[in-house]
């Protein structure tokens, strides 16, 4: 089945120890999306690829950066967490023509910062 | 900028209808979306509305009117495996596919 799979599910990190997080998708969509939700909140897009297009968001703090090197992978790295950088990381594609605008997510990974 | 407004939460008892608002600004509108995310769980997609009107899909309805920068979900025939959050999201027509999502609205469904 067609799917978006990210890993790990549940990655902790010390404090200022980089981390990646990684996402796969056997969709074959142009669009990959990045977004950091915390308990309770909505997703927060951090960044997104149009193909190797990046486009970042203008909140999105410089400790966070992404990789994309062909069209099934992306990745999220945080170079020094921190405590506040605890979420769950989600992944999420869409086809990237006029249509639903439907975005396919991953399961996401926890992320724990000690 | 964006911003979306909805419900922090909703509650309504099983069988019954419910309705979840969502008020939008932004720059440039493409469409509004609906997704459900239950607790530990992705978002997942239930709908888009580009055009004004009412969107059917099963028990689930989405409207739009765009000149009011308003949109709702209407649930029918509610059931408890309806209780999870519900984002609307825009897509905004700032270049790319960026896509916004509101705070979220709770919604209990009681017995």
């Keep these: ?51 190797k297009d990046f486009n970042n968001e203008a909140d999105t703090p410089d400790n966070f950066q992404s990789r994309r090197p062909n069209t099934s992978f992306c990745f999220l790295d945080i170079r020094s967490p921190g405590l506040g950088d605890a979420a769950m990381y989600l992944c999420a594609t869409n086809r990237g023509t006029s249509g639903t605008n439907e975005q396919f997510f991953g399961p996401g990974t926890r992320l724990t910062v000690l | 900028g964006q911003s979306l407004e909805q419900p922090s939460e909703v509650t309504a008892v099983e069988g019954a209808i419910v309705q979840i608002n969502c008020t939008y600004q932004t720059s440039g509108f493409y469409g509004l979306s609906w997704y459900q995310q239950h607790d530990g769980g992705a978002p997942t997609f239930l709908s888009y509305n580009a055009l004004d009107g009412l969107e059917e899909t099963g028990r689930f309805s989405s409207f739009l009117s765009r000149s009011d920068s308003y949109g709702y979900l209407l649930l029918q025939e509610l059931q408890m495996k309806d209780s999870a959050s519900y984002f609307c999201a825009v897509r905004a027509n700032t270049g790319g596919f960026k896509t916004i999502f509101g705070a979220g609205t709770r919604l209990f469904v009681k017995a």
């Design chain 1, 1 to 51: 089945d067609a799917m978006v799979i990210q890993n790990p599910r549940y990655q902790v990190t010390q404090f200022g120890k980089p981390v990646t997080l990684s996402c796969s998708q056997t969709l074959n969509h142009n669009v990959m999306y990045w977004y950091q939700q915390k308990s309770s909140q909505a997703p927060k897009l951090l960044f997104h690829y149009y193909d």
